[in-house]
């Protein structure tokens, strides 16, 4: 039986620059000349079973009580994922970037880069900034975020990563999604946990029943 590849939550990027397109073409050239690009245009096919497989057979592993890598089978053969093969297989180079900035340093960049709203919490939202760098958040939130909420919204990893292309800044982004996974595996267990102990709460009504 043929795979059935998944329909892709995120979407590929292009740095087509047109006619049409020219008050951005200062913001394509920066996203194709950033060391992030791979990431932005990697176009592997994900499949419906082999992705059920993963989450299926999924352990997180920790030291200290912090995740240092994920592992799982698909098809039988061992697949394991790490911050560090997530930069190498996307020829990031960012483990030794910053994991984060201070306010002051990336706020104040964006507010001179045109940003008119309030900052009194961490969330920006996209339609404050001018149209050339609210096309590069809108770009970043439909290629690499996993939010499910408004994309008018720009969380706080996705500001950073914005910072740091437009700054040129290194900033460790194979962690993020490391770190979503982990967060996913934590959630899908305490999914298993609840349908166990639902399972043997309906066993032992059932047996209480039939006595």
């Not at 740095?15 to 049409?20: A, G, I, P, Q, Y």
């Not at 008050?23 to 096919?45: C, E, M, V």
Request: aromatic share 14%.
């Amino acid at each position: 039986m043929a795979l059935i590849i998944k329909h892709p939550h995120n979407y590929l990027c292009t740095f087509e620059k047109t006619d049409k397109n020219t008050k951005f073409h200062s913001i394509i050239d920066t996203l194709s000349s950033f060391k992030y690009n791979t990431l932005l245009t990697a176009d592997a096919p994900i499949y419906q079973d082999t992705l059920r497989d993963f989450w299926v057979n999924v352990e997180v592993h920790e030291q200290d009580k912090k995740p240092w890598g994920i592992t799982s089978k698909v098809g039988g053969v061992l697949v394991a994922i790490s911050p560090a093969n997530i930069s190498e297989t996307f020829q990031m180079n960012d483990l030794v970037g910053k994991s984060y900035f201070p306010k002051s340093e990336y706020q104040l960049d964006l507010i001179e880069r045109g940003y008119d709203g309030q900052l009194t919490k961490a969330t920006m939202f996209k339609p404050n900034f001018p149209p050339a760098t609210k096309f590069l958040f809108h770009t970043l939130l439909t290629c690499l975020s996993n939010k499910t909420t408004s994309f008018n919204e720009i969380p706080l990893k996705i500001q950073y990563l914005g910072y740091a292309v437009m700054s040129k800044t290194n900033f460790n982004y194979s962690q993020e999604p490391f770190t979503d996974l982990v967060n996913n595996v934590k959630t899908l267990k305490l999914g298993r946990i609840l349908l166990f102990f639902c399972s043997q709460g309906f066993e032992l009504l059932f047996a209480k029943e039939s006595s």
